[in-house]
C-alpha cells in the first residue's frame, strides 16, 4: 500500500473553447506533484461549467462536453465529467469539488460500477490499495485573482478550497501569484496549501483568442 | 488561372525536435498571405539541416527526418524534404532556397514524377495552372536579427533572401522586428518583400526547452505531436546531455552552427 496521499486533480471552468493550455496544467500539476515526492496522482477531470453560468459567447454543454471529451483522447489519465452540466442550475466550486471527493471516496469503498469519468481514477486507486483519496483544485493564476474581485466568492468557500483541497496554481514566469495569496486574508493562512507551479514554457493561449 | 503569386514556403533549422511552435509558423505565415489578398500558398516544406551543421545534442538526420514526417502527418499542405541532409554536406541557406525554387519550378512544366515532399505542392501548382511559383523563407525573428551577426551570413546572400525569394518573419507580441528592419540598409531596401506577422498567441515552445524537458523527465504533451513524443521514448533520443556548459536558449540557432559565409558548399 502506498503511504502517499493519493490525489484527483480537478479543473473546472467554461472550456469554451478546451484548449492546449488547459490540457497544459494537467500534466504540469501531475509532474510538480510528483517531483514533491509525496504525491500520487490518480487522475485528472476536467469539469465543464453548467450553461446557466451565462456567460457571454458561452457554447452550449453538449458541445462543450464533446470537445473536452476529443481534447483528452489522446490522454491516459484525465478524463470529462458531466456532472456540472447536468446538475439543475451552476454549482459553487466548492460545492463541485465536495460532490466529487465524497463520490470518489464513496466508489472507492463500493462495489458500485463507477460513471465514466471516474473510472481511471476508481482503477487507478484500487491498484495503489488506496483507502482514500483527496480532490485538487488545479487551475491557472487568473483564477485566484478572481478570489479578489468582491462578493464574488464566499470567504468560506475560499477557506475550504485552499484549506481542506488544496490548490494546484499554474502561473506563467512575470505574474506574482505570491503577492495575490499575500493580498488576500482568507488565502494566506492556506499558503502552505496552495502549490506554485511556473510554466516555463509560456503559452498565452486562451479560450477568448481561439474564439 | 489565376491571377495571383504563386508561392511555397520553406522553413529550415534543426527541428531537433519539432515541435508545435514550428509547425504554427506555417499555419500564422499562410494566414497572413492569404489575407494580403495577393498570394496563392500552395504548400509548405520543413528542410531539415544536414548532420555536418555540427549542433551539439544534434539528433541524427534520419531521426529529425522522421519526427518531421510524424509532425506533419495531420497536415494537408506541409510536406518533410530530406534534400538538405542528403548533400554531401552542409547548405547554405540561399543555396537552399535556390533549388527548391528551380526544381519546383522545373517539375510544373514538366511531367516528371514529383519527389514526395513536392507532390502536394506540384499538384496544387497544376490546379491553379501555376506557371511559376517563389519560394519564401518562412521563420522567427531571431532567424531576421542573426542577420545582424558579424560573419555570420554573406551580404549577397541576405540580399538575395530577402529580395529574391522573400521572408514571412513570425514574431511574439512584444518584439519589435521593424525597428531591426529600419537599423538595417540591406533590409530596409527589401522590407516590402519581408512579412512581418504578429503571434498573438504567444508562446514560448523551443526545441531546446523540448530537450531540457525530456533530460528532466517532465512532461511535454501539448507542446510537440504525440507521435513525435513516442519516437523520442522509442529511441531514447534527448535523455543525456553532450555538454553542459549550459548554453541559453536565447542565443540565435545559427549563431551556434557553421558559418553562413564560410563556403562549405560542395553542390
Not at chain 2, 529550415?12 to 500564422?28: C, D, K, M, Q, S
Not at chain 2, 504578429?198 to 523551443?206: G, L, P, Q
Amino acid at each position: 500500500m502506498s503511504s502517499k496521499p493519493h490525489v484527483a486533480l480537478v479543473a473546472v471552468g467554461a472550456f469554451n473553447p478546451p484548449t492546449n493550455a488547459h490540457l497544459k496544467i494537467f500534466e504540469l500539476a501531475k509532474d510538480h506533484l510528483h517531483k514533491l515526492g509525496s504525491f500520487s496522482v490518480l487522475g485528472g477531470i476536467i469539469s465543464p461549467v453548467h450553461d446557466a453560468y451565462g456567460k457571454k459567447d458561452l457554447a452550449p454543454a453538449v458541445h462543450r462536453l464533446e470537445m473536452c471529451q476529443r481534447s483528452v483522447s489522446s490522454s491516459s489519465w484525465i478524463s470529462v465529467s458531466d456532472w456540472e452540466v447536468t446538475r439543475p442550475g451552476w454549482s459553487r466550486t466548492r460545492a463541485t469539488l465536495n460532490s466529487y471527493e465524497s463520490c470518489l471516496n464513496s466508489l472507492l469503498s463500493s462495489n458500485e460500477i463507477p460513471p465514466m469519468w471516474a473510472s481511471h481514477i476508481v482503477c487507478s486507486t484500487k491498484e495503489e490499495e488506496a483507502e482514500k483519496l483527496n480532490v485538487k483544485l488545479v487551475c491557472g493564476a487568473d483564477l485566484l485573482e478572481y478570489f479578489a474581485i468582491p462578493n464574488l466568492w464566499l470567504d468560506e468557500d475560499i477557506d475550504h478550497i485552499a484549506g481542506h483541497h488544496e490548490m494546484v496554481v499554474i502561473s506563467r514566469a512575470g505574474y506574482c501569484p505570491e503577492k495575490f495569496i499575500y493580498d488576500l486574508d482568507a488565502l494566506t493562512p492556506n499558503k502552505n496549501n496552495v502549490f506554485l507551479v511556473n510554466e516555463w514554457i509560456t503559452n498565452e493561449i486562451s479560450s477568448t483568442k481561439i474564439r | 488561372m489565376s491571377s495571383k503569386l504563386h508561392v511555397a514556403l520553406v522553413a529550415v533549422g534543426t527541428f531537433n525536435p519539432p515541435t508545435n511552435a514550428h509547425l504554427r509558423i506555417f499555419e500564422l505565415a499562410k494566414d497572413h498571405l492569404h489575407k494580403l489578398g495577393s498570394f496563392s500558398v500552395l504548400g509548405g516544406i520543413i528542410s531539415p539541416v544536414h548532420d555536418a551543421y555540427g549542433k551539439k545534442d544534434l539528433a541524427p538526420a534520419v531521426h529529425r527526418l522522421e519526427m518531421c514526417q510524424r509532425s506533419v502527418s495531420s497536415s494537408s499542405w506541409i510536406s518533410v524534404s530530406d534534400w538538405e541532409v542528403t548533400r554531401p554536406g552542409w547548405s547554405r541557406t540561399r543555396t537552399t532556397l535556390n533549388f527548391y525554387e528551380s526544381y519546383l519550378n522545373s517539375l510544373l512544366s514538366s511531367n516528371e514524377i514529383p519527389p514526395m515532399w513536392a507532390s502536394h505542392i506540384v499538384g496544387s501548382a497544376k490546379e491553379e495552372e501555376a506557371e511559376k511559383l517563389n519560394v519564401k523563407l518562412v521563420c522567427g525573428a531571431d532567424l531576421l536579427e542573426s542577420f545582424a551577426i558579424p560573419n555570420l551570413w554573406l551580404d549577397e546572400d541576405i540580399d538575395h533572401i530577402v529580395g529574391h525569394h522573400g521572408m514571412v518573419v513570425i514574431s511574439r507580441a512584444g518584439s519589435c522586428p521593424e525597428k531591426f528592419i529600419y537599423d538595417s540598409d540591406a533590409l530596409t531596401q527589401n522590407k516590402n518583400n519581408i512579412f512581418l506577422v504578429t503571434e498573438w498567441i504567444t508562446n514560448e515552445i523551443s526545441s531546446t526547452k523540448i530537450r531540457r524537458a525530456l533530460q528532466r523527465k517532465e512532461s511535454v504533451k501539448y507542446l510537440i505531436q504525440d507521435s513525435v513524443i513516442d519516437y523520442v521514448n522509442e529511441n531514447r533520443l534527448y535523455v543525456v546531455r553532450s555538454f553542459r556548459n549550459g548554453q541559453s536558449s536565447s542565443v540565435p540557432i545559427i549563431q551556434l552552427g557553421i558559418s553562413q559565409s564560410t563556403s562549405m558548399d560542395k553542390i
